[in-house]
C-alpha cells in the first residue's frame, strides 16, 4: 500500500502522497540512509550518497563535488545530462557503480525510502533545482602537459579529493584502505614497467592516468568506484593544475 501510495524508487514514476502521517517519516528514514555509508550493503563500500551530493548547491561550501544537488531532483526531466529520463535508473548507476549496491535491494523499502527522501525534496509545484544539469565528461584522452601549477593543484585537491582520498601525499583520514594514497599508488604503478601503445614516456602516462580517472573515474580499462568529475566542476584547465601533482620521481 505505501509502496503504492508513494512510488519510491521501485517505480519508474514517483508519486506523491497526500497522507503526511506516512510519507515524513519515511522521507526521515531515507534522510538517514542518504547519511549512511553501509546502507548499500558492499563490503567494498564506503560511501553515503552524502559523499558525492548535498540537499542545495551552498551547502557544498568549498568543496567540489561530484554529483549535482538533489534539491528538485524528483522534478526533473532527465539525469546524468539527458543520459536517461528515469530517476530511478539514475540512482541504480551511483548504487551500483559507486556503492557496489545490487540494483534489487532498490526495490524494497531502502528505494522506498531514498525515494520518499529524494520526492521530499522536491515537493509538489516545486521549481527551485528542478532544471536539468549539464554536466558533460568528453572523452578526450589527450596529455594535458607538464605546464599545470601544483600549487593550484593542491588547493584544488583539497576542494575535490580530499573528502575521500584524505591528506595529500599521506592519505590520513581517508574513507578507508580501498581509497587509494595520491598520488604515491599512481607513481609507484605508473612510473615504470611496461607503456601503454602510443604513450611516450612515464611522466605522460602519469598525467594521462590521473586526468582520466579524474574526468571518467576510469582509463584504459581502469575500472574502480570512483565517480567522474564533469567539466563543469573541473575544467580542462584547472584539471592541468591537479594532474601537476602526480610528478615520477
Ligand atoms: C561516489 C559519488 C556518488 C555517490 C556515492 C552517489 N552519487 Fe549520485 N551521482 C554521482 C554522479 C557523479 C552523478 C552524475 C553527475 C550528475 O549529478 O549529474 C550522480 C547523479 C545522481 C542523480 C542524477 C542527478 C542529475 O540531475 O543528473 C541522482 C538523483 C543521484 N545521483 C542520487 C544519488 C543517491 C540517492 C545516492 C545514494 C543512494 C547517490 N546518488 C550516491 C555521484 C554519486
Ligand atoms: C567519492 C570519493 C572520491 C573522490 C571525491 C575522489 N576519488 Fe579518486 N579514488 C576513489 C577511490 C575509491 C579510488 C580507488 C578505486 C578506484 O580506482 O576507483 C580512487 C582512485 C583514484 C586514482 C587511481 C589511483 C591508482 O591506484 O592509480 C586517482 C589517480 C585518483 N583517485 C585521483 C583523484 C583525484 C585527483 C580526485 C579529485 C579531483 C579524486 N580522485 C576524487 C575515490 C574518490
Not at 15 to 36: F, H, I, K, M, Y
Not at 75 to 97: D, F
Not at 155 to 172: I, K, P, T
Not at 181 to 193: F, K, M, R, Y
Request: proline share 7%; charged share 20%; with cysteine.
Amino acid at each position: 500500500m505505501i509502496r503504492r501510495c508513494l512510488g519510491g524508487l521501485a517505480l519508474a514514476a514517483l508519486v506523491s502522497c497526500a497522507d503526511e502521517t506516512v510519507v515524513a517519516p519515511l522521507a526521515e528514514r531515507g534522510a538517514a540512509l542518504a547519511r549512511d555509508p553501509n546502507v548499500s550493503g558492499s563490503q567494498y563500500n564506503r560511501f553515503a550518497c552524502t559523499t558525492c551530493h548535498v540537499d542545495r548547491p551552498a551547502e557544498a561550501g568549498e568543496r567540489i563535488l561530484p554529483g549535482a544537488p538533489l534539491r528538485g531532483a524528483a522534478r526533473r526531466p532527465s539525469y546524468w545530462n539527458g543520459e536517461t529520463t528515469h530517476l530511478r535508473e539514475a540512482v541504480v548507476r551511483c548504487w551500483v557503480h559507486f556503492m557496489r549496491g545490487r540494483a534489487e535491494d532498490l526495490e524494497g523499502p531502502t528505494g522506498d525510502a531514498l525515494g520518499a527522501w529524494l520526492e521530499s525534496l522536491s515537493p509538489n509545484g516545486a521549481t527551485e533545482g528542478t532544471a536539468p544539469i549539464a554536466h558533460t565528461w568528453p572523452r578526450s584522452t589527450r596529455d594535458l602537459g607538464a605546464g599545470g601549477d601544483p600549487a593550484r593543484g593542491r588547493v584544488l585537491y583539497q576542494r575535490a579529493c580530499a573528502n575521500c582520498h584524505g591528506a595529500f601525499g599521506s592519505g590520513q583520514g581517508r574513507l578507508g584502505p580501498l581509497v587509494s594514497i595520491v598520488p604515491q599508488d599512481t607513481l609507484a604503478e605508473h612510473c615504470q614497467g611496461e607503456l601503454p601503445a602510443g604513450v611516450p614516456d612515464y611522466a605522460s602516462y602519469a598525467r594521462q592516468v590521473a586526468y582520466q580517472k579524474t574526468r571518467h573515474g576510469s582509463f584504459l580499462g581502469y575500472a574502480g568506484s570512483m565517480p567522474p568529475f564533469a567539466t563543469e566542476l573541473l575544467s580542462d584547465e584547472e584539471m592541468a593544475h591537479i594532474v601537476a601533482l602526480f610528478r615520477c620521481p
